[in-house]
Antibody, heavy 123, light 108 residues
Framework: QVLLQQSGPGLVKPSQTLSLTCAIS??????????WDWIRHSPSGGLEWLGR?????????DYAVSVKSRITINPDTSKNQFSLHLKSVTPEDTAVYYC?????????????WGQGTKVTVSS | EIVLTQSPGTLSLSPGERATLSCRAS???????LAWYQQKPGQAPRLLIY???SRATGIPDRFSGSGSGTDFTLTISRLEPEDFAVYYC?????????FGGGTTVEIK
């Protein structure tokens, strides 16, 4: 059984960096055929994809255009986890953040999700 | 970027009724890369349908997906009480992806 366990602060001050971690059990961050993504659900209601990291003989990242200048997603093979870092946050970054696994065996859909972390950007 | 437009925004139905949800893409989407999710308050989304028409593991057969190109449909044949939720379509592009805005299925 694959599980994703998220951790990180629920409150971040404006202009600071939002950092979350997603620990993987039952799979490997280096597995072929999967990608490890971050998605957020804003108070306005929409789901927004933020980016992904994946391994295909070497590490790759893709980021959403909307956050590309501020985001970094890093794999950590020693701890079998991956992290999200979003710098220079504003109140518009307030959302529930999810990590998720995307798998080629299900048409690159998200078949496993973390429990979600509610992050509020406020001073 | 491919924009996904879902309609209607809200669907008010009674248990036992049939629900038909639409997802329209701004340009053609590979069937293989179109998915549907269900989300309930306080929970993460759950994968229902992948590849436009394949049910994910453990999903009841009252859920079905169809469509191709730019028009896709999620059908719930007979609504059960636990099916009242928000539904999202999603497409995976080469290096990006997008979600639709969601359809809320509420109890009439």
């Amino acid at each position: 059984q694959v599980l994703l366990q998220q951790s990180g602060p629920g409150l971040v001050k404006p202009s600071q960096t939002l950092s979350l971690t997603c620990a993987i059990s039952g799979d490997s961050v280096s597995s072929n055929g999967v990608a490890w993504d971050w998605i957020r659900h804003s108070p306005s209601g929409g789901l927004e994809w933020l980016g992904r990291t994946y391994y295909r003989s070497k590490w790759y990242n893709d980021y959403a255009v909307s956050v590309k200048s501020r985001i970094t997603i890093n794999p950590d093979t020693s701890k079998n986890q991956f992290s999200l870092h979003l710098k220079s946050v504003t109140p518009e970054d307030t959302a529930v953040y999810y990590c998720a696994r995307r798998r080629s065996g299900v048409g690159l859909a998200f078949d496993i999700w973390g429990q979600g972390t509610k992050v509020t950007v406020s001073s | 970027e491919i924009v996904l437009t879902q309609s209607p925004g809200t669907l008010s139905l009674s248990p036992g009724e049939r629900a038909t949800l639409s997802c329209r893409a701004s340009q053609s989407v590979s069937n293989y890369l179109l998915a549907w999710y269900q989300q309930k308050p306080g929970q993460a989304p759950r994968l229902l349908i992948y590849g436009a028409s394949s049910r994910a593991t453990g999903i009841p057969d009252r859920f079905s997906g169809s469509g191709s190109g730019t028009d896709f449909t999620l059908t719930i044949s007979r609504l059960e009480p636990e099916d009242f939720a928000v539904y999202y379509c999603q497409q995976s592009g080469t290096s990006s992806l997008s979600f639709g805005g969601g359809t809320t299925v509420e109890i009439k």
